[in-house]
């Protein structure tokens, strides 16, 4: 008995070639305007290190989405107040997520929380590394470290973006249940979170196809500043977080 051929749409298949043609373009546009950071800038200590790079990044991406055919609208920028920083929390449910945060997000800079695997890549993993802290989610002790690297950036008076999901959301649910980390940093750092809605990066970058791109309008939105309440718990705040971006992305999607 055979087992029946996947059948590939003609949409499927312009897809998969627009991806090579976003990845060509990917690279060509990092190595223009991220070679002179990295030649410049990349000795510099933190903050004026990442500040630095997410100005970059900013030029980069103003560049390197309306090409990719994926043109960000950002709503809500006028929630950063001047001289605050922040715990900013997305939902995540595709790879796109991440290079349209960090520069997407107002201010003075930012990093995320963000796999140590990828630091690897060639020239790509000295960006990563100066926009993330790193963790090796195997290790105990990496965790507990992330945890001490992201106060200081706070400290710095840089944002910290966070994804509370953890990984990417493959399911139909509008959010996967979050993880503790960035409420567990509000609580200890006494810092405000905006969260943040993105939309359409499913569609763009679909979690269960490779090598797939669909050219769309990719939209981010800052929803108000939530200030951890006295004797709060995690989970109180948590919960508030999730509710607050679960009946938004609903009510927008």
């Known amino acids: 008995m055979t087992t029946p051929s996947k059948k590939f749409s003609p949409w499927d298949i312009l897809a998969r070639i627009w991806a090579i043609w976003v990845i060509l373009i990917f690279i060509a546009t990092m190595l223009i305007f991220m070679v002179p950071f990295l030649l410049f800038c990349y000795p510099l200590p933190d903050p004026k290190k990442?500040?630095?790079?997410?100005?970059?990044?900013?030029?980069?991406?103003?560049?390197?989405?309306?090409?990719?055919?994926?043109?960000?609208r950002i709503k809500g920028k006028?929630?950063?107040?001047?001289?605050?920083?922040?715990?900013?929390v997305c939902n995540h449910n595709a790879l796109i997520d991440v290079p349209i945060t960090s520069p997407g997000i107002p201010g003075q800079g930012n990093k995320t929380i963000a796999k140590i695997e990828m630091a690897k890549i060639p020239i790509f993993g000295l960006l990563y590394r100066t926009g993330s802290v790193l963790v090796d989610r195997k290790d105990e002790a990496s965790r507990r470290e992330s945890f001490t690297k992201m106060k200081e950036a706070l400290d710095m008076g840089l944002h910290m973006c966070l994804y509370p999901e953890g990984t990417r959301?493959?399911?139909?649910?509008?959010?996967?249940?979050?993880?503790?980390?960035?409420?567990?940093?509000?609580?200890?750092?006494?810092?405000?979170?905006?969260?943040?809605?993105?939309?359409?990066?499913?569609k763009v970058m679909p979690a269960s196809k490779p090598i797939y791109f669909r050219p769309s309008l990719l939209s981010m939105h800052f929803l108000d500043p939530i200030t951890p309440l006295p004797g709060e718990s995690v989970d109180q705040l948590k919960d508030r977080v999730f509710l607050l971006m679960h009946d938004y992305y609903l009510a927008h999607a």
């Open 50 to 72: 990442t500040t630095r790079f997410v100005s970059f990044a900013r030029v980069w991406m103003g560049v390197f989405l309306p090409l990719a055919g994926t043109p960000l």
């Open 169 to 202: 959301n493959k399911t139909p649910e509008p959010l996967k249940p979050f993880h503790n980390g960035a409420f567990r940093l509000a609580l200890h750092t006494g810092k405000p979170i905006i969260p943040a809605v993105l939309f359409n990066s499913r």
């Open 78 to 88: 006028e929630k950063f107040a001047k001289g605050q920083n922040y715990i900013v």
